[in-house]
Structure formats: structure tokens, C-alpha cells
């Protein structure tokens, strides 16, 4: 038995579907509040879906039965100035999971952040050496708290304290597909630009407030939401790679390059709007990502990620123009 945190959501359903596909049995630890995040599950075989106060109670039943954890589960807004909460949900019960997994011998693989990285000029490298993360500035409290994990992680390990067999930290970058409608402001920008147009509004961009890049040529590294679950798999089936990791494409582009594929899948003409950028994030707006993805490559994954004009064809053409657009 598996369990996911954060498994009703985004990237958890995502690889909730897969996991269900498998034919593994698989518990989710979510909250599903008062909306449609429940159809994120809805066309899964699961276990149950226990709310994160019945966690304790859950992991003690569920002693000598999880065969691994992935813990996707947090609060990942990155305007959350809650710090509290963010302590409370996003590092303090990553360390219950990290030690529960530890006392039963089984795998944690859970969700890092490339918010992590914070303006990127310290670079995209996963490193998980200490030197290198100290010199990270996370540039919000959400990259702070997952970058806290990170650190909390690699003095366990530079001290030689016991550890999952199998240990694995996931710094997603800018993730798109099925199954984020729940996240409103928080959701991918493919599916932002989907909605306008479907609106009958033109696409609205950011424009660009520093002079190394035009309008609509900040640059991010875009990947396929199934591309992240493909690496998720390959590490539960791979239990000697334990580490931090990369998961993108390794490639940036536009936000330009975003909207003419959306605009390509849905079959209408160019039109984009530029818009000042708000001045309440302007200054922390970064205009460049990219993973490098050398270890995750070098542990042996070898399959190749989507291109942003296929993957975005396939969310739009499979899902969102469907009358039922979850996975």
C-alpha cells in the first residue's frame, strides 16, 4: 500500500491515476474542502482519503503496511505569508514523514520546489551539498519552508543519522496539465491563457520591466504534469537512487513561445496583450528558469521529456476542450 499526501491535488492526483493504473493500492491524504477537487480522484480506484488531522492515528495503523510515501502534500501558494502554517504543514510534518519512513524501512520521495532556487543567481544546479544550498535566497516564505526541508535533509545525512533506504527531494518547475483547476491564481499559466481565450479575450502576458528581455521573452522551464509522474515512477521502481533532483525539461522558453502553442491547439489567430507587470511582485519577478538536469540524467533516467508545443496540444485538445477535463 502506498500512500500520497497532497494526493487530491495537482501533481498528487496526477500521479494517483498512475499509481491506480498500476493496479497499486493507494491512500490519500488530502483535504477535499467544499469544491470540485474531488473530481481530481473521481475516476480512480482508491483506498481512502484520510484529512491530514487523522494523520497520526493513520500512520500508526499503517505501521508494517506502507510500502513507500510520497509526500506531495503542502501548501504551495507562494503569495501564503502565513508563516506559521507554512512551518506547521510545509517542514515540521515533512519531518514526521522523513522519520516515520525511516523507523519502517521504506522510500519517501517528496515535492521540493525550484522556488527554492529563489532569483537563480546562484543557478538551477540540484546540488544537495551544503555550501551550495546555504547560498540560496528562496524569494518567498513557500521556497523558504521547502528549502528549510532540503537543508534539514542534508545535515541528517552529513551526520550520519538514520535515513529512509530510499530518499528522494523533487524541485518541480513550472508544471502544466490536467487536474489544476482548483488552483485558481496558483494554476499554470497554459491554463490561464486557455481560459481568456475561451472568453473571447485576447492572451494577457506580462510585460517585461527589464531591459535584457522583450516583452513576453521571460523565460521559463514548462513541463508536462505526466513527464513529472514518469520520473516519480521510475524512482519507486529504481530503490538505489536516492537524492535532490531536477524535474523539468532542462530547456526555457517564452511565455511567448507558451501562448502561440496555445493559440496553435486551439486553432486562433495570435493576439496578445501585454500587461504591466503588478508592481507588488515586480521586483522579485524572475525572468529566467531552467533545470539542469545532469544528475537525474546521470542516476539513469534516460526518457525523454515533452515539447512545450506537444504537451500543451495534448492538454488542450484531450482535456481542457473536453466536456470532462479531469484525468
Keep these: 500500500m502506498l500512500l500520497v499526501t497532497g494526493g487530491a491535488g495537482f501533481i498528487g492526483s496526477n500521479l494517483v491515476a498512475a499509481l491506480a493504473e498500476r493496479g497499486q493500492p493507494v491512500v490519500v491524504c488530502d483535504r477535499l474542502g467544499q469544491d470540485d477537487k474531488w473530481r481530481n480522484l473521481a475516476h480512480h480506484a482508491i483506498e481512502?482519503?484520510?484529512p491530514p488531522?487523522?494523520?497520526?492515528d493513520f500512520l500508526r495503523w499503517a505501521e508494517g503496511r506502507l510500502s513507500a510515501v510520497f509526500h506531495m502534500g503542502a501548501i504551495s501558494a507562494t503569495t501564503e505569508t502565513d508563516g506559521d502554517a507554512l512551518m506547521a504543514n510545509n517542514f515540521r510534518l515533512s519531518k514526521v514523514f522523513w522519520d516515520h519512513c525511516t523507523r519502517e524501512e521504506i522510500p519517501l520521495i517528496y515535492a521540493s520546489s525550484a522556488a527554492t532556487y529563489g532569483d537563480g543567481a546562484e543557478g538551477f544546479d540540484d546540488s544537495a551539498e551544503s555550501a551550495y544550498l546555504a547560498q540560496l535566497r528562496p524569494l518567498n516564505g513557500y521556497g523558504w519552508s521547502k528549502?528549510?526541508?532540503?537543508?534539514?535533509?542534508?545535515?541528517r545525512l552529513a551526520d550520519d543519522a538514520p535515513a529512509p533506504p530510499q530518499w528522494a527531494g523533487l524541485k518541480f518547475f513550472n508544471v502544466y496539465g490536467p487536474n489544476e483547476y482548483h488552483k485558481g491564481g496558483q494554476a499554470s499559466v497554459a491554463w490561464h491563457l486557455f481560459s481568456q481565450l475561451s472568453r473571447?479575450?485576447?492572451?494577457?502576458?506580462?510585460?517585461?520591466?527589464?531591459?535584457?528581455y522583450p516583452d513576453g521573452g521571460q523565460l521559463r522551464d514548462f513541463i508536462w504534469v505526466g513527464d513529472c509522474v514518469s520520473v516519480m515512477l521510475w524512482l519507486l521502481d529504481s530503490p538505489g537512487v536516492s537524492g535532490l533532483f531536477n524535474v523539468g525539461t532542462g530547456k526555457a522558453r517564452s511565455f511567448?513561445?507558451?501562448?502561440?502553442?496555445?493559440?496553435?491547439?486551439?486553432?486562433?489567430?495570435?493576439?496578445?496583450?501585454?500587461?504591466p507587470t503588478p508592481e507588488e511582485i515586480r521586483e522579485k519577478y524572475q525572468y529566467f528558469t531552467e533545470a539542469q538536469m545532469a544528475r537525474l540524467r546521470a542516476a539513469g533516467y534516460d526518457r525523454p521529456f515533452t515539447e512545450l508545443?506537444?504537451?500543451?496540444?495534448r492538454y488542450v485538445k484531450d482535456y481542457l476542450q473536453k466536456p470532462d477535463p479531469y484525468l
Excluded at 488531522?53 to 497520526?56: G, K
Excluded at 508545443?309 to 496540444?313: Q, T
Design 309 to 313: 508545443e506537444d504537451g500543451v496540444a
Design 53 to 56: 488531522e487523522e494523520l497520526p
Design 200 to 212: 473571447g479575450e485576447p492572451a494577457r502576458l506580462f510585460q517585461s520591466h527589464n531591459p535584457d
Design 256 to 275: 511567448a513561445d507558451l501562448a502561440r502553442a496555445v493559440f496553435s491547439a486551439m486553432e486562433r489567430p495570435e493576439n496578445i496583450r501585454y500587461v
Design 48 to 50: 481512502d482519503v484520510i
Design 147 to 155: 528549502h528549510l526541508f532540503d537543508r534539514w535533509v542534508q545535515r
